[in-house]
T-cell receptor
Framework: AQTVTQSQPEMSVQEAETVTLSCTYD???????LFWYKQPPSRQMILVIR??????QNATENRFSVNFQKAAKSFSLKISDSQLGDAAMYFC????????????FGQGTRLTINP | DAGITQSPRYKITETGRQVTLMCHQT?????MFWYRQDLGHGLRLIYY???????DKGEVPDGYVVSRSKTENFPLTLESATRSQTSVYFC??????????FGEGSWLTVV
């Protein structure tokens, strides 16, 4: 079974600085999807960024970018120019392409932004 | 464009009662999912459905029942609620191989 590990339960960063959240996963599949979701205090699950495993190019969405290392099974999220509104829980997730196509989540990283 | 909606958003029930959480999506997505999120945990899959009339167990299915007679609806029933089922429940949907979108969550407290 696939597993996702986020080794940083909590992170903090100064406003306007850059922070990187780590994620590793375990799978025997060659093709799959990876996601980062943001969960603010409202508990809404908000998609931040998505990466297809067959794409070598790292995904970017404005201030958010990923470092996808397929061989190392690593998928980190970089947030540039951190803003107070970025404070939230961040979940890394893996989605299989075949079968159930379910999403497997890591335990989450709580990000605090210091003004 | 309503997307995916859950009801009720908040529910308090007593131990032993039956509770049904509703989920409705307007996109005609094939896949639908139910997750639960407990304090200090990520999201864990309860049940999923690949299409109408096709459902299967996830990681933590015990004590739950689902059905999917129509593509757009995927209700989750707690047959006899227990305190350990106090949680936030998320319904989600997606098309094949696409991003999974989540509802706003249903906060359930079992007393």
């Amino acid at each position: 079974a696939q597993t996702v590990t986020q080794s940083q339960p909590e992170m903090s960063v100064q406003e306007a600085e850059t922070v990187t959240l780590s994620c590793t996963y375990d799978t025997s599949e060659s093709d799959y999807y990876l996601f980062w979701y943001k969960q603010p205090p409202s508990r809404q699950m908000i998609l931040v960024i998505r990466q297809e495993a067959y794409k070598q190019q790292n995904a970017t969405e404005n201030r958010f970018s990923v470092n996808f290392q397929k061989a190392a099974k690593s998928f980190s999220l970089k947030i540039s120019d951190s803003q107070l509104g970025d404070a939230a829980m961040y979940f890394c997730a893996y989605r299989e392409i075949q079968g159930a196509q379910k999403l497997v989540f890591g335990q989450g990283t709580r990000l605090t932004i210091n003004p | 464009d309503a997307g995916i909606t859950q009801s009720p958003r908040y529910k308090i029930t007593e131990t032993g009662r039956q509770v049904t959480l509703m989920c409705h999506q307007t996109w005609s997505h094939s896949y639908m999912f139910w997750y639960r999120q407990d304090l200090g945990h990520g999201l864990r899959l309860i049940y999923y459905s690949a299409a109408a009339d096709i459902t299967d167990k996830g990681e933590v299915p015990d004590g739950y029942v689902v059905s999917r007679s129509k593509t757009e609806n995927f209700p989750l029933t707690l047959e006899s609620a227990t305190r350990s089922q106090t949680s936030v429940y998320f319904c989600a949907s997606s098309e094949v191989g696409n991003t999974i979108y989540f509802g706003e969550g249903s906060w359930l407290t079992v007393v």
